[in-house]
């Protein structure tokens, strides 16, 4: 049998927005040098029209610029429901905006003047960030797109099995015998992809716990 070749994996990418032309080039120049993908705008403007929400990565963004500042960016990808990190770059004067962004979920941010190490760390940070966010986002569609498969008669035994409920509980409870009971608790394990009760109990929680 033929395999399936999975689709190739996305490239995280830099986003580096900045007003400061030789800001800008000497950021892009070292992450490009590291082995980033890398792409460098002037202006919020120019990045949100070439902006995709599918494609990993992070930003990393001066605070401060004419028009829209990099803080009305961060409230704008918020708004539009982004998970990318936002990594935001300041000078000594900007620091009060700064802990406003964080307190508007900003990832980190950094000071004016700082080590190419630091902010290469914080990079790292942010994309592994991002990786795990949209890697928890994925089970939790995967796991949701199970649970839609299952008929309504499915979803009323296994909510009596998560909560702990014996066969012969729910064939009187739901006026079933318990062999068909056993069936439809059958079935819901095969549709979950439970390997036991208490996998088929973390997989509702993990619906819970993310909703």
Sequence with gaps: M???SEAPAVVPMVYVIDDDDGMRRALSLLLDTVGYKTVAFSSPKDFLSQFKSHVPGCVVLDIRMPGMSGLELQ???NRSGSMLPVIFITGHADVPMAVQAMKEGA???IQKPFRDQDLLDRINHALKQDADNRSTLARRADIVERLDSLTPRERQVMS???DGAANKVIAVDLGL??????IHRAKVME???ARSIAHLVKLQMSLSDNA
């Design 2 to 4: 033929a395999r399936v």
């Design 75 to 77: 409230q704008h990808l």
């Design 107 to 109: 990832f980190e941010f």
């Design 160 to 162: 009596m099995v998560v």
């Design 177 to 182: 015998s318990e062999r068909t009971v056993e």
């Design 191 to 193: 549709k979950m992809g």
